[in-house]
């Protein structure tokens, strides 16, 4: 023992420093495992009684999940194809309940008991209303929801109409060539510009490809938040943060976070120009007084001590994220599809055709409400490729499914809605794309099956924006254009990180009406 307090006291101080991190670490470690393996001990005799993945020591069933991210994608497809939900899995020695019937997420979704376990998401959107809990996400909420309320949607159809038809200028050299091409980056850095201008007035230089740059930062983030799902040393945050820094990543969120900085410094110029004299042009425009997210968060910061500037560029930030990425991939996969199905890109612009006839006029709020058939394809897409394939949560009471099993409290919960949108007793031709799915003969029986946006009290707060700015984009882009793709639906490689998406491009060829 004393040779080896020598040893240790002779080494260089670096070591000493790295051999102490190692040590502490070690006895986090143990105690945390100690402790959720009492809480597993008392909930095994109630998870006997479900289906069981494969488990291997130490790891459990994440090793069913290990690959490249298509490759992760493909397995876990795979699981819920070949083994009945509800099902028991093990990430590392904590157990998980995948759960997939609809009456048993609705159940689930139904509780006040609950929470989301979107935390492992913190490093990109902070402290926002996609990973905050309890009362705190509660005053988040009320502060968010204002902003999507009918009273603002008016306001916002000049932006989604601006921005659309700047997609439709960068897109025209691509019309009538032979060149294919991937239109990700197009509607990705649309979508981007529109909210941000939406939510905070804040306008992203669009003649330079500053709005490229922080959808590709925001990317490449996502996929690596996502590793920590199949890399358990990963998991903790704090060996996280100690990955990112030795292997310099850290950087590419410095580029995320500058956004809402600019945006904050930005309006706070703006209001101290405006202080004492006449108020703001961009708050008096629209629907009465109605103001624009980032006017309700500086209220609160100015009225409540502890909702600090980092905590409103933290709720911009979330919000941004959630808003173009869930759009941009809903509006690049429904074209993707049209392009597949020609019939059905045809109906799409007859009925486009009966609103508009001939005139390049703007798009209206009237208007979005009587485009029923495009509706249909943009619920179908959501159902076969579900934006939220599955979600994670945790509650502090025990859960009743249909099967009258029980799920223990503190069980980890995985609700599986690609399961549910894939139940052939709600979609018949469940693995095929269909919009006769959301047909009105067939609305009702499927609805209870559908969670395109969530479901419950963390229903997404901008679902009927995203409708409205979805169905703005494609009424521009398809009464101009018809879409072609050289594509097949076995092309479709899906990957989740936040959001599930096609890794293998939207490849499409542009032809004019």
């Excluded at 159940?107 to 926002?128: A, C, P, W």
């Excluded at 960068?170 to 939510?199: G, Q, Y």
């Excluded at 993707?336 to 209206?364: C, N, Y």
Aim: proline content about 4%.
């Amino acid at each position: 023992m004393a040779n080896l307090i020598n040893m240790l006291m002779n080494l260089d101080w670096r070591n000493q420093i790295m051999i102490t991190l190692c040590t502490v670490l070690c006895g986090v470690i143990i105690f945390h495992v100690s402790r959720c393996e009492r809480r597993t001990n008392r909930m095994m005799p109630m998870l006997k009684s479900f289906n069981q993945l494969p488990t291997l020591p130490l790891i459990g069933s994440v090793y069913l999940l290990l690959g490249g991210m298509r490759e992760r994608m493909e397995k876990l497809l795979k699981i819920f194809n070949e083994y009945e939900l509800p099902l028991v899995g093990w990430l590392m020695h904590i157990p998980v309940v995948c759960v997939g019937k609809s009456d048993d997420i609705q159940t689930i979704l139904s509780t006040t008991r609950s929470k989301d376990l979107l935390g492992i998401f913190e490093r990109i959107v902070g402290n926002s209303l996609i990973t905050l809990q309890g009362e705190k996400w509660r005053r988040s909420r009320r502060t968010v929801t204002p902003a999507f309320s009918p009273s603002m949607f008016q306001r916002y159809f000049p932006v989604f109409n601006e921005y659309s038809a700047l997609l439709m200028k960068k897109l025209e050299p691509l019309c009538d060539t032979d060149e294919v091409f991937d239109i990700r980056s197009h509607v990705f850095t649309m979508n981007l510009n529109s909210i941000t201008k939406n939510m905070s007035g804040y306008e992203i230089e669009t003649s330079s490809d500053e709005s490229l740059k922080i959808v590709d930062a925001i990317y490449k983030a996502l996929r690596m938040e996502s590793m920590r799902f199949t890399v358990p040393l990963l998991f903790p945050k704090a060996l996280n943060e100690i990955y990112l820094y030795l292997s310099g990543k850290y950087k590419i969120y410095d580029k995320i976070y500058q956004l809402p900085k600019n945006i904050v410094r930005e309006k706070l110029a703006k209001q101290n120009e405006k202080r004492g004299g006449q108020q703001d042009e961009d708050e008096n425009t629209g629907a009465g007084s109605s103001k624009t997210l980032i006017d309700s968060l500086l209220k609160l910061h100015t009225t409540d001590a502890n909702f600090t500037q980092q905590h409103i560029q933290d709720e911009i930030l979330g919000i941004i994220t959630a808003g173009y990425e869930s759009t941009a991939i809903t509006v690049c996969t429904i074209l993707l599809m049209l392009a597949m199905h020609p019939k059905a890109q045809e109906t799409v612009h007859d009925e486009i055709e009966t609103i508009f006839g001939d005139s390049d006029r703007e798009v209206q709020m009237e208007d979005v409400k009587n485009l029923v058939y495009m509706e249909q394809c943009i619920n179908e897409t959501l159902r076969k490729f579900p934006i939220i394939p599955l979600t994670l949560r945790i509650h502090d009471e025990n859960i009743v499914l249909s099967d009258n099993r029980i799920i223990p409290a503190g069980c980890r919960i995985f609700l599986a809605f690609y399961a549910s949108h894939h139940d052939k007793a709600f979609f018949p031709n469940a693995d095929n794309w269909d919009p006769e799915h959301f047909s009105a003969e067939r609305t009702d029986k499927c609805k209870n099956a559908f969670f395109p946006f969530g479901s419950g009290l963390r229903l997404c707060v901008g679902a009927k924006y995203a409708m409205m700015t979805m169905k703005t984009q494609l009424v521009h882009l398809l009464r101009r254009y018809r879409f072609t793709t050289h594509m097949k639906i076995q092309d479709v490689h899906l990957i989740l990180d936040l959001l599930m998406r096609n890794d293998s491009g939207y490849w499409l060829k542009l032809h004019s009406r």
